[in-house]
């Protein structure tokens, strides 16, 4: 839902703590525990199974929680990852069926993390974030054979398939910002104040930000309300307490298209597709066909008029100019609310502290190859 381009940059300074790997759906395993957790079993644990398909990987999640829910509230333990070799699923889109492949070993990871007698209650469900968001507005009939493949492997499980679906971006930010607080403790209430509410709500939140492949994500719980524009505003009630929360997921603007957004801007002002770039290393040298930088939504003015069919990429290692080249991707140049992040989309002021979450591996570019050195 990105239109326009703006740039006030006020990207978030309030980074104070790193979580490093944020388990991006944990919270969707939660939400989905809750529900299943109805159903009564002969033993005292429950299994949950969900596979976080990002733009650059997938990763599978295996859960385990008490059966009997304490005071309302499910407490969840991971106890299982398993890193999907290869590519993202949206990287499938020339051999889909390869992306339900692609699944199968973790899945006989699960089978032997979760023991036998639980696997057919166990649900397992698939969550798609940016990439297969930007895959379907490229080609939506190609993203939803991906999304079968992807299903025919998880049904041929023992366990209980729950779904695979293309998440939104709010409902990305959402799950990130849940986790957080979640990990850090920040939903936990001592009983005996549910009585008294309003000391309930001097416990704070912290914002999430979380850094993608395709896309990334601002959450958070601000002072001023009410929040401006509707599509940037959610409400939760957890644990007993209500929250109104901002969340913008910005397409695009995850670490590897973003690189290819800059690049697309960079190549305005070369001739002859030789880019000398600051943001690289000296040292860093990279070919590239242009016909692969624009092979998606993000960049909308196609390459028709350059001249030049590759690009020649080469580091020289100048942070303050390579700051330079990375703002011209964020357009401030106007915002129709109080306060805007950038390409006119609303901002509150800021509030509170920040957890941080790189999900993105250093990859970029997913197709194309390099010749590097250090
Ligand atoms: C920035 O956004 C404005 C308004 O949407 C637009 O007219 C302008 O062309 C954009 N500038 C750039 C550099 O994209
Ligand atoms: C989507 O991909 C299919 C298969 O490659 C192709 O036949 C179709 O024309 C594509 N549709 C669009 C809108 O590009
Ligand atoms: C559940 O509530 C009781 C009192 O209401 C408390 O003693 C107990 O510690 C709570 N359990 C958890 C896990 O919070
Ligand atoms: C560029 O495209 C050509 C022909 O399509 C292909 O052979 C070559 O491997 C590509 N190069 C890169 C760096 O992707």
Avoid at 28 to 35: E, H, K
Avoid at 231 to 257: A, I, M, P, W
Wanted: aromatic residues 10%.
């Amino acid at each position: 839902h990105i239109t326009g381009t703006k740039p006030r940059t006020s990207w978030p300074r309030k980074a104070l703590l790193i979580l490093g790997f944020l388990f991006a759906l944990a919270a969707i395993a939660l939400v989905a525990m809750a529900v299943s957790q109805n159903k009564p079993l002969p033993k005292n644990i429950k299994y949950g199974i969900v596979l976080d398909a990002g733009s650059s990987h997938t990763n599978l999640y295996v859960y385990e929680w008490p059966a009997e829910k304490e005071n309302d509230t499910g407490v969840v333990h991971q106890v299982e990852v398993c890193k999907v070799e290869g590519l993202g699923i949206s990287g499938y889109s020339h051999d889909t069926e390869k992306a339900g492949l692609s699944l199968q070993h973790c899945m006989k990871r699960a089978q032997e993390v979760v023991p036998e007698q639980h696997h057919r209650e166990t649900p397992v469900y698939l969550g798609a974030t940016a990439g297969m968001r930007l895959l379907s507005l490229q080609n939506r009939s190609i993203a939803d054979r991906v999304l079968s493949a992807v299903e025919k492997t998880l049904r041929s499980s023992p366990f209980n398939f729950q779904g695979a679906r293309v998440i939104s971006g709010q409902e990305e930010g959402a799950y990130g910002w849940i986790t957080i607080n979640y990990l850090l403790g920040n939903f936990k209430q001592p009983g005996w104040l549910n009585f008294l509410p309003h000391l309930r709500s001097s416990r704070g939140t912290s914002g999430a930000l979380d850094l993608g492949g395709a896309s990334t994500q601002i959450t958070f719980v601000p002072d001023q309300e009410p929040i401006e524009s509707q599509e940037n505003s959610l409400h939760f009630r957890l644990y007993g307490k209500n929250y109104n929360v901002y969340t913008h997921s910005f397409l695009c603007y995850g670490k590897d298209q973003a690189l290819r957004l800059k690049l697309a801007s960079d190549l305005q002002s070369t001739q002859n597709g030789s880019l000398l770039d600051p943001c690289f290393h000296p040292g860093y040298l990279r070919i590239m066909n242009i016909s692969d930088l624009y092979t998606n939504p993000c960049i909308a003015n196609g390459e028709q008029q350059l001249p030049f069919t590759q690009l020649h990429l080469q580091g020289n290692g100048d942070y303050q100019r390579c700051r330079m080249t990375i703002q011209k991707i964020f357009n401030t140049s106007s915002c129709p609310y109080s306060s805007c992040s950038f390409n006119g989309i609303f901002l509150p002021p800021l509030q509170g502290e920040f957890g941080v979450s790189l999900d993105a591996r250093r990859r970029a570019l997913t197709q194309s190859r390099h010749r590097g050195s250090a």
